[in-house]
């Protein structure tokens, strides 16, 4: 064989070779959830934990137990991954998402949880990072560089979980929403990950992406299981914990901008941190089957009343347009991260 | 096809926010966070550089908002 071919088949292998490693996790998680969600659907039937389907016409009752089907998808990977590696790193990082999960079940199971405790118990999620100082306070600031946060980074880690879970939470409004709009997330901070060779952060985005691409069969429209506050918030906690742990803050703030922006104007149009049940107003009108946007002005303004503005719009078709929007700001994000902040690492 | 035009406005206004998030950070760099980090001389010069950093944040928030609220109603819904 020519001897450059063989050199790139050997390169191809030992770059590869790697990530494939990495696949192992991940597809223990996909099989895992997979195999696991329909007893969760039949789980969730059994001990009530259900939730109405308002965008549609039946208003059947669905499950909301996808949420413990993610959690247990990365349990699996996790104990593989220690297993391979003798790594407990990965341990804070999943500690995070389970405190915020946690605080999600109660939810699920308890009923609607005062809209002021919620954030603040949140702030919970963070100890296993803040705990064990696994955080690095000197992020990249496009134009400026590195940066020392020593005093300020500490406090931006424990907002980071309330923001990020409650985001999340926030989009998690259509069938397959809250999956469409985290795929990209995970993507981007896989890419960026493998690009700085941080192995680590590679796997668990792999393995993310892996638990979220397997519960589609059941979420996707129409949904046979929702992943609950359990599993948005869990997600949440995963995502804030990968910019943390992965060291990339700014990309990761831009590739959530489009959570962040229906978090934060669902706050401002409602007057401040509100049970949904107190506000009169829907953002969106459900007519024959179709979303439209409620031209009140009362009504609070988010993604979907954005999208559906003088438009009637399937569900299923709404929450691909959302996934559309997060993958266009991943997008934004590692372009970002290659020209403005790369050059700093 | 008006939903195609919906999504097109909303990446758009996506983009805006992305391009001032990144101006926004910049000050926040040279002025928020310098003050809070190090010790100044100066105390005048930090809580000036602190109002400055408050006062471009909540700016930048605030018509962040305005501009979505633009962008509904007179773009979108055309009221």
Redesign the interface.
């Known amino acids: 064989m020519n001897p450059s071919v063989s050199r790139l088949i050997k390169i191809f292998y030992l770059e590869f070779s790697g990530i494939l490693d990495k696949m192992l996790e991940a597809l223990a998680s996909f099989l895992t959830v997979i195999a696991v969600t329909p007893l969760m659907i039949r789980l969730g039937r059994r001990v009530g934990m259900v939730g109405v389907d308002v965008h549609k016409s039946s208003k059947p009752m669905i499950p909301k137990t996808g949420g413990l089907a993610l959690i247990l998808g990365s349990l699996i990977a996790l104990l593989v991954h220690m297993l391979l590696n003798h790594d407990f790193h990965s341990l804070i990082f999943l500690s995070t998402g389970l405190i915020a999960g946690f605080i999600g079940f109660l939810e699920d199971f308890r009923g609607e949880m005062n809209p002021k405790l919620k954030p603040t118990l949140l702030l919970l999620a963070s100890i296993p990072i803040l705990v064990t100082g696994s955080y690095v306070p000197r992020p990249v ?4 560089g590195r ?6 980074y500490p406090i931006l880690v424990a907002l980071a979980y309330p923001v990020t879970c409650n985001a999340v939470n926030s989009v998690d409004v259509l069938n397959g929403s809250m999956i469409y709009t985290s795929i990209p997330f995970f993507a981007m901070s896989s890419i960026i990950a493998y690009y700085r060779g941080n192995l680590f952060i590679l796997t668990m985005s792999l393995i993310c992406i892996s638990i979220l691409v397997a519960l589609i069969p059941y979420n996707r429209y129409p949904a046979k299981i929702f992943p609950g506050n359990s599993g948005s918030l869990f997600i949440g906690g995963l995502m804030a914990s990968t910019a943390i742990l992965g060291r990339i803050e ?1 990309a990761a ?2 590739a959530l ?2 959570q962040i ?1 229906n978090e ?2 669902v706050i ?1 149009s409602i007057g401040g941190i509100k049970s949904a049940k107190e506000v009169k107003s829907r953002p969106v009108e459900f007519v024959d089957g179709f979303l439209t ?1 409620s ?1 009140d ?1 009362s009504a609070p ?1 988010t ?1 979907v ?7 009637r ?1 399937s569900e299923k ?1 709404m929450a691909y ?1 959302m996934g ?2 997060a993958a ?2 991943s997008i ?1 994000a590692i372009l ?1 991260d290659l020209l ?1 902040v790369e050059a700093w690492i | 096809m008006r939903l195609l035009k919906n999504l097109a406005a909303v990446l758009g206004l996506l983009a805006i926010v992305c391009a001032t998030f990144l101006l926004v950070s910049y000050i926040l760099a040279s002025t928020l966070f310098p003050a809070i980090e190090q010790a100044s001389q100066n105390i005048l010069a930090s809580i000036l550089r602190v109002i400055v950093g408050l006062a471009t944040f909540t700016a930048w928030v605030l018509a962040w908002y305005t501009l979505t609220k633009i962008w509904l109603y007179k773009v979108l819904l055309r009221e």
Do not use: G
């Open positions: 600031i496009p134009f400026i940066t020392r946060l020593y005093k300020i700014v703030i831009i901008l489009p922006m934060m104007h401002f946007a031209k002005r303004i993604l009343r954005l999208l559906s503005a003088e438009a719009v078709n347009m559309v929007l266009f700001t934004l970002t403005l």
